[in-house]
């Protein structure tokens, strides 16, 4: 076991499979140098390169360029530095990149990763480069997407979207990059599309995605002291989506809450939330409750983006209400 | 007032070096352009080496507030303060700018109060000015797509007869590596086309974080221009006069309705990317020596010294000036009062929104209810 930050596990990752497959490549602004947020740090070094490509800065030519690369039989690994840049690139993300399987009838793969930094989670990146943007992806059927919420789940989830044979977007949480942990020496894979029951428990289910993974651990600990055991579940993908584990979860425990980033309007809580209206209805004893980002552009300021973005409070008081312990009192 | 006409040989064109525009050696001697006549007098010279100290000593107070936690982060204009100074001082106040993150030497130019520009990097306000007041918009972070927006102002003053000897024009700033987004080509392409008021003004200071210019272009960025239909220019980023001269050229020929002009101010950032970015890790330090061999100030001041035109009284007054403008940004960023929690659901519509009228109301509760406690106590 070794112990790497998150940052750390992404290089590795990319690492391990690039060593294990020599079709697949790096491309990206400054990812030779290591990368703005060190990231592909020592990767042109080893791999030199042909196989790790400093771009131009046009995130619409890497994604196209990405799928072009694909589609000559290449495995691309592509980075667009801040997830907030997929607006400047969504032609080739949302028109291109994730019909090609399906417009050439199962001709042609799209075996290519996108990744990034994204999310909030206090840095004060402000509007344009802080947000929390899988639900933007999650509305284009036919990109998988993986939100890893620890190092060895970046590793290992990254890892499998590079092996997988159709587009996935990674996206990285900036405020988890300096976070530490054990990771797996040897060579480490997490299927996509399953979901962990982080923290047991039997009074609610608390569903969460990378780094409100954590935020739910947390208010679960504090919601312990006052008699409530909240069962966590890191869904670790939202497409393809572990709904059996929700549902199996909230079978147990009776009462939900999804826990987003972003925005509550059409987040990819509202999905969570609707499946569980419609298959696990007589399971529920009270309403479905979602904890999400603000619906305002994010604040530039750290002191109002900590009142937009969700938090150990919002959810424990969220919690609490819900088994009628206060009055909910937060946004 | 295209030095890289149509008629411009093959050579010229796959040529590395193209004509450097240059007024003001490095060593502060005044060379004569014959395309660029430039009727200045000692007085405006002295003011615009006024300016350079100033915005110089702006930028590094806010690196010392930076390295000392009173800032998030801040982009150093360190080495680019002649391109700046230069074009800035060439608008009219009618004129539009449209900057990067990086334009403080040009917002200068603008009349903003340098204050305001911290607040964005201290993290207290998107950007604390009035883009009409100053005819200055915000700083555009994500690159390259305030090209457009000018562009599209450019056409919206065209429309409403702006045109003409008194007209108005439009100048938007990028760098060289934005050059390579295809906001920036499309905004080259309609701003042709229809023969937009707009100046094209890219610092090309030799990198974009850590990328050097050979990733964005084969071919020196003003000849780009050419391929789009209209006129592009190198000029000595750092000599103010040069970039004075072209600057004023171009937003004429915009404002008669002569169209856009790409101008490339070859210049070099001499910091950091932002403070955050270490540049030892990607480039060689004889490169900074050598570009410290051209500094943009010391040129101005070697030329006010040898023509006798400014004595030690007028350089210590303007080195005082600029540390009380120091001590005065210093102050301002110190005593920046944090934002009200409410101004969050501020400005997200144009009317009233319900459903952002619920999360404001429940915070306002939410707020109150430490105020009460308190009381309570
Ligand atoms: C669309 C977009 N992609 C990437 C970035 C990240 N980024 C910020 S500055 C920068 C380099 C810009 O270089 P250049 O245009 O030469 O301007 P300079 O910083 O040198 O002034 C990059 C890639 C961004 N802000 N926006
Ligand atoms: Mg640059």
Redesign the pocket.
């Given at each position: 076991m070794a112990e790497l930050t998150y940052r750390q596990a992404i290089a590795a990752a990319l690492a391990q499979e690039m060593a294990r497959d020599e079709r697949v490549v790096l491309l990206g602004?400054?990812v030779a140098s290591g990368g703005?947020f060190k990231t592909t740090t020592g990767l042109r070094e080893r791999f030199g390169p042909d196989r790790v490509w400093n771009t131009p800065?046009s995130?619409q030519a890497i994604a196209g360029a990405a799928m072009g690369a694909a589609m000559a039989g290449l495995r691309p690994v592509a980075e667009i530095?801040?997830s907030d840049?997929y607006a400047?690139c969504w032609d080739q993300v949302a028109n291109e990149i994730p019909k090609v399987r399906y417009m050439t009838g199962g001709q042609l793969s799209m075996p290519l990763v996108l990744r990034g930094a994204n999310g909030s989670g206090g840095l004060g990146f402000g509007s344009q480069?802080g947000q929390s943007v899988e639900n933007w992806a999650m509305c284009v059927p036919g990109i998988k997407i993986a939100s890893p919420a620890t190092p060895a789940e970046a590793f290992g989830l990254l890892a499998a979207a590079i092996r997988d044979n159709d587009p996935v977007i990674v996206f990285e949480h900036k405020a988890l990059y300096s976070r530490k942990e054990q990771c797996p020496d040897d060579e480490h894979v997490i299927p996509l599309g399953r979901a962990a029951v982080v923290r047991p428990g039997r009074d609610c289910t608390l569903v969460a995605l990378s780094i409100t993974v954590g935020i739910c651990l947390a208010a679960a600990d504090e919601l312990a002291t006052h008699g409530i055991e909240a069962e966590v579940i890191d869904l670790r993908t939202l497409v393809p989506l572990d709904a059996a584990a929700v549902l199996a979860s909230v079978a147990r425990t009776s009462r939900l809450v999804v826990v987003e980033e972003n925005p509550g309007q059409l987040g990819w809580g509202a999905s969570i939330a609707a499946i569980a209206a419609q298959e696990a209805f007589y399971d529920l004893t009270a309403p479905v409750i979602r904890i999400s980002g603000g619906n305002v552009p994010l604040p530039v300021a750290a002191s109002l983006e900590a009142e937009v973005d969700v938090s150990v409070p919002r959810v424990v008081a969220g919690v609490r209400a819900l088994l009628g312990q206060l009055r909910q009192s937060t946004g | 007032m295209a030095v890289d006409s149509g008629a411009a040989g093959p050579q010229r064109l796959e040529g590395t070096g193209g004509e450097l525009i240059q007024l003001l050696t490095p060593e502060g001697e005044r060379v004569e352009h014959p395309d660029y006549p430039l009727d200045i007098s000692t007085e405006e010279i002295k003011a615009l080496f006024r300016d350079l100290v100033l915005v110089r000593r702006i930028d590094t107070e806010a690196i010392a507030l930076q390295r000392q936690g009173e800032l998030g982060i801040w982009?150093s204009l360190l080495g680019q303060e002649a391109a700046q100074v230069g074009s800035g001082r060439a608008l009219g106040p009618k004129d539009m700018a449209f900057p990067?993150?990086?334009e403080h030497g040009v917002a200068w130019c603008r009349g903003l109060d340098p204050a305001k520009l911290l607040e964005l990097f201290r993290g207290v306000s998107h950007g604390g000015w009035d883009p009409n007041e100053h005819n200055f918009h915000l700083y555009t972070?994500?690159?390259?797509?305030q090209t457009l927006h000018a562009t599209g102002y450019a056409m919206g003053i065209q429309r409403d007869g702006a045109v003409g000897e008194d007209g108005e024009a439009v100048i938007v700033y990028?760098?060289?590596?934005?050059?390579s987004?295809g906001d920036v080509n499309e905004s080259f392409i309609w701003a042709s086309v229809f023969n937009a008021p707009v100046v094209f003004f890219c610092?090309?200071?030799q990198?974009?974080?850590s990328?050097p210019l050979e990733r964005?272009s084969r071919i020196p960025l003003y000849q780009r221009a050419r391929g789009f239909g209209f006129p592009g220019l190198r000029v000595d980023g750092n000599d103010v006069l040069a970039c004075l001269a072209v600057t004023r050229k171009a937003m004429q020929a915009a404002r008669e309705g002569q169209g856009p002009t790409l101008i490339e101010a070859f210049t070099y950032?001499m910091g950091a990317?932002t403070t955050t970015d270490d540049p030892t890790r990607y480039r060689l330090a004889a490169e900074l020596e050598s570009w410290k061999l051209k500094d943009p100030l010391e040129r101005v001041r070697a030329y006010l010294v040898r023509t006798g035109a400014a004595d030690a009284d007028f350089f210590a007054a303007v080195d005082a000036e600029a540390g009380e403008l120091g001590t005065r940004v210093r102050k301002s960023c110190l005593t920046m009062p944090d934002p009200q929690p409410l101004t969050i659901f501020e400005n997200v519509y144009s009317e009233p929104n319900a459903q952002v009228a619920y999360e404001r109301d429940r915070f306002a509760a939410y707020l109150d209810s430490f105020d009460s406690e308190e009381v309570g106590a």
């Open positions: 602004e400054d703005v800065i995130e530095m801040f840049f400047t480069h | 982009a990067t993150y990086r972070i994500v690159i390259g797509s990028f760098g060289d590596g934005a050059t987004q610092q090309n200071n990198w974009a974080i990328e964005q950032r990317h």
